[in-house]
């Protein structure tokens, strides 16, 4: 019980510690405010990225072109060769095969300039279209090193792949997500600059309250708690409205575009439980923040 009253007593005077110095204590909860929205911009950005990286991973293929006269024994041997190699994905969307047959039905289909011309096409041998395996990689850097197996191969013509474009993209990204972590990092040092800042004045201020507590015989940990728990607060309160902004921002805006932007070629991340997560990081970022910033006014200006 004895507990439970000093805890409380402690939270009463943090609230009404940050109420006497409302100004300061506004100035500290906008800033964790404003560095908490970034966060969240910064995770939401960087699970994005991260997602549509892997979908253009997934997507980047090897297309090993097979020589136009070769005959349908080495086009399954050839299938078998590269099915051996290492880093191929296993089972059906690791490689396909686009016989030159069903592309020009495809074709013909798409097109009545492609069907008057291909329907005079009346046997395989008369197609001078090729034949294509269309392979995939379960490592995008091993990319490289199996198109060029595949290249060496007889009655392969050629090799196509997309691994350079994708990769500077990637790149692009990567550069994109770790500018925002920079400027998080910044804003949560200033936040917690300001916080101390705010504790070391509300130290100040309770000069003679703090003197008269230690006349009293109170313990250094009872006078240091209610100002550890006013850091907590304002991380708290500073919390708030990122988390709303998060849970039903995020939300609308998943709602908004169908869950993919421009078209299919963006995939956004479902939001549950993905924004759970979110607001959960935020809360104990806000709160850690504050208590840090607290921590560190009443290590440096409280003398005991």
């Known amino acids: ?9 402690n939270i009463r005077d943090s609230v009404k510690s940050i109420i006497r ?19 969240t911009i910064s995770m939401m950005l960087s699970a994005n990225v991260n997602n549509m990286t892997k979908k253009f991973e997934d997507d980047v293929t090897i297309v090993a072109f097979l020589d ?8 399954q041997e050839i299938g078998e060769e590269i099915r051996a190699l290492p880093y191929i994905q296993p089972g059906a969307e690791g490689i396909r095969l686009d016989d030159k047959e069903s592309i020009r039905k495809d074709m013909m289909e798409s097109s009545d300039t492609y069907k008057s011309i291909m329907e005079k096409w009346k046997s395989r041998e008369d197609n001078p279209l090729k034949d294509a395996y269309h392979v995939k990689v379960t490592d995008i850097e091993k990319m490289d090193e199996t198109a060029d197996a595949i290249r060496k191969m ?6 196509q792949d997309t691994e350079e474009m994708v990769s500077k993209l ?10 925002t972590y920079a400027v998080v ?7 917690a600059f300001l916080i101390a800042n705010t ?10 309250e703090i003197d008269i507590m230690r ?4 313990s250094n940990l009872n006078i240091k708690i209610p100002f550890i728990f006013e850091g907590l607060f304002l991380g708290l309160f500073g919390s708030v409205i990122p988390i709303m902004i998060t849970i039903y921002g995020y939300s609308a805006l998943y709602n908004y575009f169908d869950g993919n932007l421009f078209g299919n070629i963006v995939p956004l991340v479902e939001p549950a439980p993905f924004i759970y997560y979110v607001a959960i990081i935020l809360l104990v970022v806000g709160m850690v923040v504050g208590m840090f910033g607290s921590w560190r006014a009443v290590r440096k200006h409280l003398k005991i």
């Open 199 to 208: 504790i070391k004045i509300t130290i100040f201020s309770r000069k003679r």
């Open 68 to 75: 136009v006269d070769i005959t349908q024994e080495r086009i």
């Open 1 to 9: 019980m004895k507990l439970v009253r000093i805890l409380i007593r």
């Open 185 to 191: 990092i910044a804003l949560i040092l200033v936040t």
């Open 215 to 218: 006349l009293v015989g109170a």
């Open 21 to 39: 110095n409302f100004s300061l204590s506004l100035a500290s909860i906008s800033c964790i405010t404003i560095t908490l929205i970034v966060v």
């Open 170 to 179: 990637i790149s692009v990204f990567d550069v994109v997500t770790k500018g």
């Open 154 to 159: 007889e009655g392969v013509s050629g090799v």
